[in-house]
């Protein structure tokens, strides 16, 4: 007997998103998401908005926005083929359509999509949301390791990523020009 394919909606998703729920679309299937996040993953994306939001605004670059942005990779509104939620993410002035819809989620991908490695996840789980990213149009993507220290910048351009780790400063020369960012900053805790 043939499977029968479901069409997945927005309207799908916002429904399972009001019960608590974090969802994303593979392969035209709806998934629960990892969403068991440590104190310090909150504490890495609350760096990345107070690092990279001043810049971005002050030079009219784009937005920023924070866990909970869900991005249609593949499909549309009304049948969803793939869908994610990065951790972090920044979109380029000029990408959201005026009238865009506030309420939903945004149709294509992030320019930058950031993942932060949750305790017990593993590669098999985030280098595919990685090239799912980098498939659908993202210029980079950023998979952050917090326990090892360590930032693996992937480029759509680029055949392999580029490692980072305790002192080194990351290259955002292609999203955004003139900022230098220290690797160890995203890591700092209001404590230090």
Excluded: C
Aim: hydrophobic letters at 40%; glycine letters at 6%; charged letters at 30%.
């Amino acid at each position: 007997m043939e499977k029968v394919k479901t069409i997945i909606t927005q309207d799908d998703l916002q429904r399972l998103d009001a019960q608590d729920k974090w969802v994303e679309v593979e392969d035209g299937e709806i998934i629960e998401a990892e969403n068991d996040v440590s104190v310090f993953h909150v504490v890495i994306v609350q760096n990345l908005f107070r690092l990279l939001h001043p810049v971005v605004r002050q030079n009219k670059l784009g937005i920023v926005l924070v866990d909970g942005a869900r991005y249609i990779l593949e499909g549309t509104p009304h049948d969803i083929e793939r869908a994610r939620k990065p951790d972090f993410s920044f979109l380029r002035a000029g990408r959201i359509p005026k009238d865009f819809d506030w309420s939903g989620d945004f149709v294509g991908a992030p320019d930058l999509a950031v993942e932060i490695a949750s305790p017990g996840q593993t590669n098999t789980v985030l280098l595919p949301k990685i090239t799912r990213y980098l498939q659908a149009g993202s210029e980079e993507a950023w998979l952050i390791y917090p326990w090892h220290g360590t930032l693996y910048q992937y480029r759509r351009d680029a055949e392999e990523p580029v490692k980072y780790s305790e002192g080194d400063v990351i290259d955002t020369s292609a999203l955004f020009p003139g900022l230098k960012l220290a690797l160890a900053d995203l890591f700092v805790t209001e404590t230090e």
